[in-house]
Structures are given as structure tokens and as C-alpha cells.
């Protein structure tokens, strides 16, 4: 299996534009995370799917934050406008049912300027 | 859900050392997962621990749950350069819960 896969890898984007970052979850995990990492803050969750429904949003820090997930093997999460102190790394992790284990992906480091 | 809250904060060892790292959560939980994050990477599971294990051990991970005084400690033994890492605890219920981190022990191991 190819793991949990983020895409794109690097973004850096002006203040002001969308950004859209995207995941694909492992075959068969019906669980999926969205986080955030920064220095200051850590690792916080924003939001996660359980059967491609989102179970808790309240991680997501302004309506600017928008999440999707179209279908067991896709999700994105945007963000419209975008401002600097959006910069950070974003994760996606996909679990199983029964949470014993997380797979994360390699995380998408976002820049906006 | 809760989140594990890791000490010490940080952590710097020699190779070759022993590394201890703690953990404690405020409620009763169903099993306790520790984690790795390498800088820049994505986290990595390393180990679980159920609720009625003492201990558990993986290559040179020992970890031990303590659920009377609602802790866990993961020694890493004969540390490596390659060790040098974040580490994460999560305390989980199980089922459909969210997953939450807290800050971690960063941990340096001097060559």
C-alpha cells in the first residue's frame, strides 16, 4: 500500500488566494484526520470523517477553512482567502474503525506570504 | 477524547544512553498509543498499549501503563543518532472518537 499521499508537497501562495490542499486516504480506512503543526501551536486537529461524514469541525479555526470528502478515497481541505497566519504543515491521517492506529501523511508545508 | 500531556518537554542524551519519556491523561481510557514524528515528517505509530497490559515491548521500545495513576513511560534503550525525534502520547477510548496530540518530548541523541 502506498500509505496516506498529500498533495502538493510545498505550496506558497500570496495572502488573498485559495488554497486547496488534498489527501488520499489508505484503501479500506473509513477514518480521516485533518491537522495542522506549528511551532507555536503544535499539532491541532481541525477536523475528521468518519464514512466520508464530518463528525466534528470544531477544530477549524475560521469559515475561511472548508473541508470535503466526495468519497472514501479522496478529501480536501481549503482555505479561501488565505493569510499568513495560515503558514504551517498540514496533515492527513487515515485510521481504520477501530482508532488503534493512525497512518499520517508526509504533510503539506504551506507557506503564504 | 483527551490528549496525553508528555514530559520532560525535551530531552538530550547521549548515543548509546537510555531515553525515558512520560506520560499522563486525566480519564480512564481503553489503550494508549505512542508516536514519532522525525523533523519535517509525518508521524509514525510506534507502539499500543491496552488497558489491562502492564507492559509491552517492540525491538528496543519498552513501554509500561500505569492506569491507577494514569501514566505511561516509553524507554528507548541503546539509543541511536536515528532516534532523534518528537514523541507523542494518545490516550483513547476507542471507536469513533477524534484523535488529539499534545505537545510531545523532543528528544536529541548526541552522537
Known amino acids: 500500500d502506498a500509505g496516506v499521499i498529500q498533495s502538493p508537497r510545498h505550496e506558497v501562495t500570496e495572502m488573498g488566494q485559495e488554497v486547496t490542499l488534498r489527501c488520499k486516504p489508505i484503501?479500506?480506512?473509513?477514518?480521516l484526520f485533518w491537522y495542522r503543526q506549528t511551532m507555536m501551536r503544535g499539532l491541532e486537529l481541525l477536523i475528521y470523517?468518519?464514512?466520508?461524514?464530518?463528525?466534528?469541525d470544531s477544530g477549524m479555526p475560521e469559515d475561511r477553512f472548508s473541508a470535503k470528502m466526495p468519497n472514501a478515497s479522496f478529501s480536501t481541505l481549503k482555505i479561501q482567502p488565505s493569510e499568513p497566519r495560515d503558514s504551517a504543515v498540514y496533515f492527513c491521517?487515515?485510521?481504520?474503525?477501530?482508532?488503534?492506529?493512525?497512518?499520517f501523511g508526509s504533510g503539506t508545508q504551506l507557506s503564504v506570504l | 477524547s483527551q490528549q496525553g500531556e508528555e514530559d520532560p518537554q525535551a530531552l538530550s542524551i547521549q548515543e548509546g544512553e537510555n531515553a525515558t519519556m512520560n506520560c499522563s491523561y486525566k480519564?480512564?481510557?481503553?489503550?494508549l498509543q505512542w508516536y514519532r514524528q522525525n523533523s519535517g515528517r509525518g508521524l509514525v505509530h510506534l507502539i499500543l498499549?491496552?488497558?489491562?497490559?502492564r507492559e509491552k515491548h517492540s525491538g528496543r521500545l519498552r513501554v509500561t501503563l500505569d492506569t491507577s495513576k494514569k501514566s505511561s513511560s516509553l524507554l528507548i534503550t541503546a539509543s541511536r543518532a536515528a532516534d532523534t525525534a518528537s514523541y507523542f502520547c494518545?490516550?483513547?477510548?476507542?471507536?469513533?472518537?477524534?484523535?488529539?496530540f499534545g505537545k510531545g518530548t523532543k528528544l536529541t541523541v548526541n552522537p
Open positions: 484503501s479500506g480506512h473509513n477514518s
Open positions: 494518545v490516550p483513547t477510548q476507542g471507536g469513533s472518537e477524534k484523535l488529539v
Open positions: 498499549i491496552r488497558s489491562n497490559e
Open positions: 480519564t480512564s481510557i481503553n489503550n
Open positions: 491521517a487515515s485510521s481504520s474503525p477501530d482508532r488503534l492506529k493512525l497512518f
Open positions: 470523517f468518519n464514512n466520508n461524514v464530518p463528525i466534528d
